[in-house]
């Protein structure tokens, strides 16, 4: 990453890593689409008192997806890293994906 004045930012990614870099924000973006839906289904399943249980599980299924989130990043950090192990911080990202 190299700057040529205050306002221009021009970033070096060869095609495998950009590729990388958006599968991996793609992963991220699925799966936070999903736990959201596993909230909001179980939130309404609450309102009935027979559905409660069936709301409890989704919560839980949630909370997991909530575990899977940390874990595409340092499997995307890792991933990179590997293609790029003489560069420092090549798998570091100001996105949270």
């Known amino acids: 990453m190299t700057t ?35 909230f909001l289904v179980g939130s309404f399943l609450f309102f009935g008192e027979s559905t409660t249980y069936a709301g409890t599980w989704l919560f839980v299924v949630g909370s997991i997806e909530m575990l899977v989130r940390p874990v595409i990043r340092l499997v995307r950090r890792v991933h990179l890293q590997r293609i790029h192990p003489d560069l420092p911080g090549v798998g570091d990202g100001g996105h949270d994906f």
Do not use: C, F, K
């Open 4 to 38: 040529q004045d205050s306002r221009t930012l021009t970033l070096h990614l060869g095609h495998e890593e950009l590729v990388i870099r958006q599968r991996y924000e793609t992963l991220s973006i699925v799966n936070d689409v999903l736990i959201g839906v596993w």
